[in-house]
DNA sequence: AAGGGAGCCTGGCGGC
DNA sequence: TGCCGCCAGGCTCCCT
């Protein structure tokens, strides 16, 4: 489920239960997700507090109190759930009810906050999730979090900084925006829907919309606006539920009804008095939907 | 050197 | 009903 919008709902979800909390326990059900789990993974976290949850991109980062992070990231198909203590609470935590118990669950985290306990389990069916550990202080050295690009939702986040990033570039603007190291935590439903709203074409090469002495265009501005909007907005609706994810509460997003242009095509154009139709095209294998029309 | 494609996995859906 | 191919929100690696 996991674009930038579904990571941070996910953080939300889980921060108010997670931050404080001590690990009793790691249940690791098997020996890798997309990599293999550190060997100290269960050592570290046993026993130590979380410091708080925060998020970079796509990922969540889990800081411990032992000089520890956590760095996670659900792929496609990752999930949290969390459990409240329920009646079958033993002395070494408590233990998921049948009822409860879902395939692909490979890790649980047993908590203790307040005297109670909790349960947080990770699902991924299809594993392209990871987790790993390194030092808080080499955090943004790590190799997952040092070559991310600028976080959309950050103040400096303009067209000036599109601009600089895209100058030069004969890669399409759909690739560019997906492209981690420029701009970090956009994904394809966001990369498409940001498109439509600024009316750009997903094929024209990145470096055709910065002027030609390389500052930013009015186009490179409503780029900007529109990535900020659209993630912004997907946020505050608790992401999207896409093939029936749920967030860590149990709820659903429901920016998917928001879409204008993903999963959308055949459909006539939103866009009023445009009276084009939903295109999909393949962009570097992936589908790209747009009004051919109006976004230009 | 940047850009495109395959590969990693499982599951759900539509077509026959 | 069953089987088959295609598709899926991400990322890394390898090739040109």
Redesign the pocket.
């Known amino acids: ?3 930038l919008p ?1 990571v941070e709902t996910v953080r939300r979800g889980l921060a108010p239960a997670m931050e404080g909390a001590r690990i009793r326990q790691v249940q690791l059900n098997r020996e890798n997700l ?1 990599f293999p789990f550190p060997d100290n993974f269960g050592s570290v976290l046993e026993g130590a507090r979380i410091k708080a949850l925060s998020r970079r ?2 990922y969540l980062l889990c800081e411990l109190d032992n000089g520890h992070t956590v760095i996670m ?1 659900l ?2 198909s990752g999930s949290f759930r969390l459990i409240e203590e329920k009646a079958v609470s033993t002395p070494g935590g408590f233990h998921l009810p049948k009822s409860d118990i879902a ?2 669950d490979h890790v649980k985290f047993h908590l203790e906050k307040d005297h109670s306990n909790l349960l947080v389990v990770y699902n991924d ?4 999730g990871f987790m790993d550990l390194v030092q808080t202080e080499q955090l943004y050295e790590s ?2 979090l040092a070559e991310l690009g600028a976080e959309p939702t950050g103040n400096a986040f303009d067209g000036n900084m599109i601009a600089a990033m895209f100058s030069g ?4 603007l759909k ?1 560019a925006l997906l492209d ?1 190291r420029l701009i970090a935590g956009l ?3 966001y990369v498409c829907e940001a498109l439509w709203r600024s009316g750009l074409s997903p094929r024209k090469p990145a470096g055709r919309i910065v002027n030609r002495n390389g500052s930013a265009s009015k186009k490179c501005d409503m780029l900007a606006v529109a990535v900020r909007e659209v993630i912004a907005e997907a946020i505050e609706a608790g ?5 029936d ?1 749920r967030l860590a509460d149990g709820s659903l ?1 429901y920016f998917q009804h928001s879409f204008q242009v993903y999963d959308r095509e055949g459909d006539d154009c939103a866009k009023p008095g445009c009276g084009g139709t939903i295109r999909r095209i393949v ?5 790209t939907f747009y009004c051919p029309k109006c976004q230009r």
Not at 125 to 128: L, W
């Open positions: 489920m996991p674009e579904e997309r991109a796509k990231h792929g496609m395939k692909h069916p299809r594993r392209f190799r997952f570039k004969a890669a399409p690739a981690q994904g394809n439903i992401g999207s539920t896409l093939r994810h997003g962009q570097s294998g992936r589908s």
